[in-house]
Nanobody
């Protein structure tokens, strides 16, 4: 049974940093790409970052590029999102997801399983 569990979300001031974690189980972690998505109140879920199964390729949404860093530790079945220079518009529920394949993926339909999400709130 695939399980994904996010942690690390909290309330921070603008300009601060947070590190989100995603713990995975129930599948061969290194065989699939992983992704982070977020959803703000009243908005659709949007892509944030993705990392390939090997961890050697990644992609970011333009809105977070140069501020967020996605990484994974295949030995620990974990993925991380280091978020720096946070802005109020980064406020959202952040979800981790496991992809259908091993290559990076930016569309929700390319993902098969999702976590429950963790709330990130950035105040100005």
């Amino acid at each position: 049974q695939v399980q994904l569990a996010e942690s690390g979300g909290e309330s921070v001031q603008a300009g601060g940093s947070l590190r989100l974690s995603c713990a995975a189980s129930g599948f061969t972690f290194s065989s699939v790409a992983m992704g982070w998505f977020r959803q703000a109140p009243g908005k659709e879920r949007e892509f944030v970052a993705t990392i390939s199964g090997s961890g050697r390729a990644w992609r970011y949404a333009a809105s977070v590029k140069d501020r967020f860093i996605v990484s994974r530790d295949n030995a620990k079945n974990a993925m991380y999102l280091q978020m720096n220079s946070l802005k109020p518009e980064d406020t959202a529920v952040y979800y981790c997801a496991s992809a259908l394949g091993t290559l990076t993926a930016t569309m929700p339909r390319e993902y098969s399983h999702w976590g429950q999400g963790t709330q990130v709130t950035v105040s100005s």
